[in-house]
């Protein structure tokens, strides 16, 4: 049912510098930020040939990353996101399986416009999840 890696995302509680160690450091090519606020969070991509990394940034009260952070305060890796050809169709497969759709269980838009949802860590070996549509 997965597909392709499409990024792994880090936690970052200073993004300048975490953009700053991607680019000036490591030689990585990355984005300005772009905030999400439907999805409480400010993002830098960093673009890698074959996959991308997601620095992400709490935005707003509400940021789902805000506790994370609270216990993992120098950052750390947050989720990781496979694509998948049909996300309904994968959604409906997992849930069959026990596995928990996390929030009201219906797709958002994510960060490169196409429809995305997270899967509880405790199901998946205590990695959060999230899955796009390809
Ligand atoms: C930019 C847009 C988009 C994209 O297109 O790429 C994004 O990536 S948005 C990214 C941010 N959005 C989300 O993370 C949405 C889904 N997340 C959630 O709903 C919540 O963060 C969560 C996963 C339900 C966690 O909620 P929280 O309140 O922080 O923690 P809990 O107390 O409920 O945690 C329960 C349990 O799970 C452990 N945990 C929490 N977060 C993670 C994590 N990222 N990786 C691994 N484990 C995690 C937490 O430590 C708790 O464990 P115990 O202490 O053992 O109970
Ligand atoms: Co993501």
Redesign the pocket.
Known sequence: MIGKLN?V?IAVPDLAAATALYRDTLGAKVSAPVA?PA???T?VFVELPNTKV?L?HPMGEKS??A??LE?NPSGGI??I?YEVEDILAARDKLKATGARV??DGEPKI???DKP?L?L???DFN???V?L?QA
């Open positions: 990024h995302a999400q999805h409480g969070v993002v997601e992400l789902p990353i506790g994370f216990k947050h989720h996101c996390l929030g994510g960060a490169h995305v997270f509880h860590p405790k205590g990695t959060l999230e796009e």
